[in-house]
């Protein structure tokens, strides 16, 4: 449940800081990165909760740097005045995938990662 906390600051905050640093990452309203960035830290979440472990974080964060491209560039499409370009939405993802460094590796450090081996 930390993870999710985590992921709910830090995804909009990633999204609000790449329409700032990138020219073709544009959203005409306030609120337009922060939905976005919610709706990224439920799908990262769940996404954590499937492949993350010691021995995949490095596909967790290909795989997140994937999901967070597309839903980037495609969920833009679905907000008024709100503009992005497909290098745009690479950098998006790429820059939201450097914050997933250091958030899998605390997960992975504290424990928080550790899934519940079933023997039957």
């Known amino acids: 449940m930390a993870g999710l906390l985590v992921k709910l600051l830090v995804c909009p905050i990633g999204i609000i800081i790449a329409s700032w640093i990138f020219p073709n990452v544009n959203y005409a309203y306030w609120y337009q990165p922060i939905v976005l960035g919610v709706i990224l ?7 954590e909760i499937l492949i993350l472990r010691e ?18 560039y495609f969920g833009t499409m679905l907000f008024v005045n709100a503009e992005i370009t497909i290098l ?8 939201l995938a450097v914050t997933e460094i250091f ?6 450090n ?3 990662a550790k899934k519940e081996t079933v023997y039957e």
Do not use: E, K, P
Not at 55 to 72: E, G, K
Not at 103 to 108: D, E, F, P
């Open 41 to 47: 830290a439920f799908i990262g979440y769940f996404m």
């Open 55 to 72: 021995d995949t974080n490095w596909l967790s964060i290909f795989m997140d740097f994937i999901a967070s491209t597309v839903i980037v």
């Open 88 to 95: 745009g939405a690479v950098l998006t993802g790429a820059l």
């Open 103 to 108: 958030q899998h590796n605390w997960l992975i």
């Open 110 to 112: 504290s424990g928080r």
